[in-house]
């Protein structure tokens, strides 16, 4: 025994004594090489060349996913079942597949199925979910598809009319879209939209709007901002097209929205520097409902504005402007009209305080202007009446 325990301690006294705690606080800090590092670089160039090879594929299906959507939803509205349709957006978007939505319904306005996205959005309506409406709209139009929204707009106001919605009922399920798109930065793109609904003998359905924005969402500046975005960014058609919407506004019997608007668009204008810009598209507004026999309509506008200190700046400069400008060569004679309708009206007051305003900016050859037009004017309407009396003769 003592042999075997002297040879023991001659083998401890030869190699080193470690501990597992020493050895295993060695391999820690001094890690052995990373190879496997090296092998997971290998790995992720694999999965990233497969996911590239994968990509087109996945897109196609996404693709058809979407065909097959905007197909399935068509098929219902046509069908007369647009409640299955509209349960079905309605579950993409409480999914959040937003974006899947808007590609369904850009899908169907691309594939000559606008009618059935304007039935779905009548149905979303009737079944009290318009805010289904406002938001897939507001994917269009914030998303840039001009023809795509004018499109299913077109569709769905149509599809109103013909059930016997009412206008004003419409429009107010439609208008949240404009403002939102206002709100989001596109108004050039709503400005656009209108344009092309214009353009295919939507004037209605435009001026309708314009009114529910302002009377429902309560957001003449949106409004304004649309009318701002056409004439900066369409240049003299834009311009035109804001004046249009704006006389059949008018003429349509929106006064007091149509004076707001005006104001809101000529505040827009002065912080930009070009208030001119806003009283030009004011007076062609004017003109044009002179022109297609409505001075009334000019007459109650400016009445709202003298009776609003703040803008009557805004009526005596628009009437200068009109005068001065003779924009047509018939501005003298639209100015006279007016003039002449608001006397006739009983209105002499008005014609008083704008004469006043008129004469205080040192404009005094102006009303002789117009007087002289008025004479010329009352003097044709005297001779056609006693013109008429002596044929009878």
Known sequence: MPEDITAFDTLSNAVPTATMEDELSSFLENPPPDEPAKQHVAVDAEWEELSMSLTPVLEGIKSGLVSAAASTMATAANAGMEDVGVKGAQLLLGLNLNDFARKVVLQMARGNNSTAAGKLNLAAVNMGAAALVTQLSAELLCAGHVEEAADVTAAFWDAAQESGMEPSVAAASAAPAVVKAVDAGHADVAANVQRVLIDRGYMSLVVWLSVAVVEHCHRPDAVALGSWAALTTQGAEGTQVAADVAAMTMVEGFYEISAIVAGELYDLACKEGCGDK????????????????????????????????????????????????????????????????????????????????????????????????????????????????????
């Open 278 to 393: 806003a009283i030009e598209i004011l007076v062609l507004a004017a003109q044009q409902a002179v022109a297609i026999g409505h001075p009334e309509a000019v007459v109650a506008v400016t009445e709202l504005f003298m009776e609003d200190a703040n803008r009557q700046n805004l009526a005596i400069s628009s009437l200068i402007y009109m005068i001065e400008k003779n924009l047509g060569n018939t501005g003298v004679e639209d100015a006279a009209k007016v003039s002449m309708c608001a006397v006739q009206e009983k209105k002499v007051q008005l014609t008083v305080q704008l004469c006043r305003g008129i004469a205080a900016r040192g404009k005094m050859n102006l009303l002789g202007v117009v007087g002289g037009e008025i004479m010329k004017q009352a003097a044709g309407g005297v001779y056609s009446f006693l013109s008429r009396k002596w044929r009878r003769m």
